[in-house]
Structures are given as structure tokens and as C-alpha cells.
């Protein structure tokens, strides 16, 4: 019966694959009718493009992870780095110089070559003069770089303007790093959104919008070729929808989930992958100018109408733990020390009547997330009943991803709720990003010179005691303006079925599926 199924939804993935003319007889070609070679995952939110210099967001990352591939890498479940496109590197006595020796023999999906000309061509399409808007990590991978030189074919030099400590951690990271084919960067207008073209394990077969989007092993992948053939991502927006899905045999690894589901997600005989995330979620203030909670003392006082430990608990039931600080426990930068609001209704309501707050606007992101396992709408909902406890009305407008994205930049509102998750394991990336003056990475334009002054010493500064004293004053700088308000450290999840080997998520918070293997039921 459950082949039967499986073999259902492999004619539904081929016949919306038809649809796609480009794509059609590729597609059809690339789906197998053997259940172990086709590994189906349900997600709730698509991506929202493919290119990795121009998306910021995990829903398109846990793709592009599998497409492309970066200079460097990070060990499996480690944010340790190690080789990737690069075999070896050698730094300079200063610390400006960077040169990196390259695997030979390397294709990208569109049969180019890679060589040192590709990585300089990448980098360099993402320097000031060449820049979009929608490259929102540009500057946090490659703030620093001067130039980038071909030395020959196999060997590229970067030069730094300064010294800058999680470098070689950002040359590892998933967005921004991974190297695209020039060929077809050249052929599309600078722009892989729905044409990416890396050099990774899969390579994109079609993009059914709405629907689904399906990877196929690239066969002349330089490396060990992918254990499962092809990955169909299914999107099942619905959290209720994904669990009846892998219990039926419909799917066999779901993201998304969350306390509540995961009793049914066990006694129906899958597996649930937990580890502790390297993330915050946070409720976001909108500080442009002209916005009411661009005064502190209105952030205050709403942060702390907000009963956070017990919103934590019965939100997440122990798969995601109280944020006492922005920084998880395990980081460099943490501290105890840190001024963290805490609960007091009586001190919120005063204050907020004093400043004549009696509404506010909360828009939210309508889909299950890493950060966020129960979705927008439930966490807004929470923080909509502790808010009227101090006579504040807070109304709430709910939108999909990528509408929600682009009104966190054009509307006017005064709280959301965001998640980051770390891409390398360095605190700098942690935190950085409420320095930038960029509202694609920091939405509420929180903006303190002395927050920022102590971000641009910590990049300098080598790793160590006096770092990491750095980054304890960023974050308590953070914590008294109240530049967000942290609410919780996630856990990593998903739930898989139990003929799936070796799902799970990385630390960076990515799915990697070149390893994972699937057997018959």
C-alpha cells in the first residue's frame, strides 16, 4: 500500500514537472520509479530564490546548500572548516593576504570549468561598484576585501583592506561564498534566482512554483556522488498536512515541526532529529523615523509586558528554551552579566501610559520556521494577550514569506518577530548584523554608535579572551537600548521516516543531503 502511494505522488511530481515546458522531459528523465533512488521532503515555505549571493532566508538556503558549493566548508555537524573548492590556503604574516589553491577537475552544472577566474569573477560581482540591493550578505562576507587577483588557473589571492578574523569562517558560510558559474551568471543578467548553476552534489532539474522544486544528482559532481538520486522539496504549508504526509508514507524527512505534533510523529513509528540550535528568535522594534517604538522607553516597556519564560514554555513545550540573552549560552560573547528586560506589567502598563501607547501593529511571518516552530500567527497571538493585559491593543496582519519580507521594508509597523540563525560559528556574524544601516538583513534599522564602534574593533581582534570581551559589551549595549528583544533558542528539527539514514541539520541550520540514504520499505 505504501508503495502504492509513493508511486502516487511520484506521478503528481512528473505530472506538475510537464507543466514546466522547460523543464518537462529532463524532469521525467531524472525521477525514478525506484522509491529508494527519489527522497521527498516537505517544507512549509518554498524558496525564495536560488541565487546564494542574493537570498538570506533558510527556506532557499536548504536548497542552494545542495547546489552550490563555497572556497571552504564546514565539517559535518561541526562549524569546524575544511577544504571544499578550495584544497588548501596560506595567510599572511599581516593577515591580508589570503591565497587559496583549487580543486582541478571541477564542473558547474553547465559543463564550464572551475578555475580561479570563476572565484574572482564572484567575489567581484559582489564588490561595491557591482552590487545590488537584494545582495544582503555582501557585505558581511566581503566588507573587507581589496581585491581579488588570478595568480594562475588554480590559484586565487584576496586581499584584505583590514584584518578580519572570521574571514576564513565567511568563506565557508552558504550565502554570499558559494561560487556560480560565470557562464551562466553572464547568460542571465547577473541573476541565478530561478537558474542557479553551482557546483555542488544536485544540480536543479525544475521549479514547479507553489508546488514543488526538484534536484537531481549532477553526475560529474567532483566529488562522492549523492547516496539518493533525486530530491523532491513538496511544499506543504499546512504543519498538520506535513506530519499525515510522513505518518502515510507520502514523504519521507518534514520540517517545520513542533511539540505539539511530534507525539504523533513518534507513535507512527518516525524518528525526530533534535539538536540544540545555533539561533535566536526575537521580537523586532521598528526604530525609521516617525515610528513610535523608535523611543526606547516604549521598546522597554513593551518587552516588558511580555512574560517571556512562560510564553516560551507553552509555545514550544521544551524544544526551545528561554533566551535570557541574544547570544546562545555557548557563544563567545555570552554573558550572565548581560541587563536583560524582565517581566513587570505593572512598570509597562505605567510606562506605556505615560507615553500614550494604547496600539500598535505586529505583522508576522505566516510559516513554521527553525527559529519559530509554531508560526507567526501563534506567536503573535501570544504577545497580542499579554500586550492587552497593559492596555495596549495590538493588531496583527499575517503574511507568506516572501510578502512578509517586503513589508517588513515598506509598511509602517511597530513589532515583528525574526529569526537569525549563525552561518559560521563566529559571534561577529551572530551579532553584526544590527550595525548594518541595510534593512534587507536588519529589519527594524536599530542603529547605536556605540554598538557599531565596538563591532568594527571585534572583527581585528584575533580570537580570545579580549574578543570576547568585545562582543560581552556589544551585547549588553544591545540589551539596554533594547535593539530587540530576545525570545528564544530553538532547537534544530525535522522528523523522518525510519528507512532514512543520516537526516538531519546542520549547525548552520542548513539540510545537506549528499550523505543521507534511503532504503525500501
Not at 492596555?391 to 496582519?397: C, F, N
Request: with cysteine; aromatic share 10%; charged share 20%.
Amino acid at each position: 500500500m505504501k508503495f502504492h502511494f509513493k508511486k502516487s505522488v511520484l506521478a503528481l511530481a512528473c505530472a506538475a514537472v510537464v507543466g514546466a515546458s522547460l523543464f518537462s522531459s529532463a524532469a521525467q528523465a531524472a525521477l525514478s520509479r525506484k522509491p529508494q533512488d527519489n527522497l521527498f521532503v516537505a517544507v512549509s515555505t518554498e524558496p525564495v530564490g536560488l541565487d546564494p549571493a542574493m537570498v538570506d532566508d533558510n527556506y532557499s538556503g536548504d536548497v542552494i546548500s545542495n547546489i552550490y558549493e563555497s572556497l571552504l566548508a564546514f565539517k559535518p555537524g561541526s562549524m569546524e572548516v575544511e577544504p571544499g573548492l578550495a584544497e588548501s590556503w596560506t595567510i599572511s604574516d599581516d593577515g591580508l593576504e589570503y591565497t587559496f589553491k583549487l580543486r582541478q577537475g571541477v564542473k558547474f552544472h553547465d559543463g564550464t570549468p572551475f578555475d580561479a577566474e570563476a572565484v574572482k569573477f564572484n567575489i567581484e560581482r559582489q564588490m561595491p561598484e557591482n552590487r545590488t540591493a537584494r545582495m544582503a550578505y555582501a557585505e558581511l562576507v566581503y566588507g573587507d576585501v581589496a581585491k581579488v587577483e588570478v595568480l594562475d588557473q588554480y590559484t586565487v589571492k584576496i586581499t584584505l583592506k583590514q584584518s578580519s578574523t572570521p574571514f576564513l569562517r565567511n568563506m565557508a558560510m552558504l550565502y554570499a561564498a558559494p561560487i556560480a558559474s560565470p557562464t551562466a551568471l553572464k547568460a542571465n543578467n547577473n541573476n541565478l534566482m530561478t537558474n542557479p548553476v553551482g557546483t555542488g552534489p544536485y544540480r536543479l532539474v525544475a521549479w514547479d512554483r507553489g508546488q514543488q522544486v526538484i534536484l537531481t544528482t549532477f553526475e560529474d559532481y567532483w566529488g562522492e556522488k549523492p547516496k539518493v538520486q533525486n530530491v523532491i522539496f513538496r511544499l506543504m504549508k499546512e504543519n498538520g498536512a506535513r506530519v499525515v504526509a510522513l505518518n502515510n508514507g507520502e514523504v519521507d524527512i518534514i520540517t517545520g515541526i513542533d511539540a505539539n505534533v511530534a507525539p504523533q510523529i513518534t507513535a507512527a513509528g518516525n524518528k525526530i532529529f533534535q539538536r540544540d540550535g545555533n539561533s535566536t528568535l526575537y521580537m523586532l522594534f521598528n526604530t525609521r523615523e516617525h515610528e513610535q517604538t523608535k523611543d526606547r522607553e516604549i521598546r522597554r516597556a513593551l518587552a516588558q509586558a511580555i512574560n517571556t519564560p512562560e510564553l516560551v514554555k507553552s509555545l514550544y513545550k521544551g524544544f526551545s528554551s528561554y533566551a535570557k540573552t541574544y547570544f546562545p549560552s555557548f557563544m563567545a560573547g555570552y554573558s550572565e552579566n548581560t541587563p536583560t528586560v524582565t517581566y513587570d506589567p505593572e512598570a509597562a502598563k505605567k510606562a506605556l501610559a505615560e507615553k500614550g501607547v494604547t496600539k500598535v501593529k505586529i505583522i508576522a511571518n505566516s510559516n513554521a520556521s527553525y527559529s519559530n516552530t509554531v508560526g507567526g500567527q501563534v506567536l503573535s497571538e501570544a504577545v497580542q494577550a499579554y500586550l492587552k493585559e497593559v492596555g495596549v491593543e495590538a493588531s496583527i496582519a499575517v503574511y507568506d514569506w516572501a510578502t512578509f519580507k517586503s513589508r517588513l521594508m515598506t509598511d509602517s509597523w511597530d513589532l515583528s518577530f525574526i529569526g537569525w540563525n549563525g552561518d559560521n560559528g563566529d559571534p561577529d556574524n551572530f551579532i553584526n548584523i544590527f550595525a548594518r544601516p541595510d534593512a534587507n538583513i536588519n529589519q527594524g534599522l536599530w542603529q547605536n554608535e556605540e554598538f557599531n564602534a565596538l563591532i568594527e574593533q571585534g572583527v581585528h581582534v584575533k580570537d580570545g579572551p579580549e574578543r570576547t570581551k568585545i562582543y560581552e559589551e556589544a551585547e549588553r549595549v544591545l540589551a539596554e537600548d533594547v535593539g530587540i528583544f530576545p525570545i528564544a533558542h530553538a532547537q534544530n528539527l525535522l522528523a523522518y521516516r525510519p528507512n532514512i539514514k543520516n537526516a538531519e541539520v546542520h549547525p548552520i541550520g542548513l539540510m545537506f543531503f549528499k550523505d543521507v540514504e534511503k532504503t525500501v520499505e
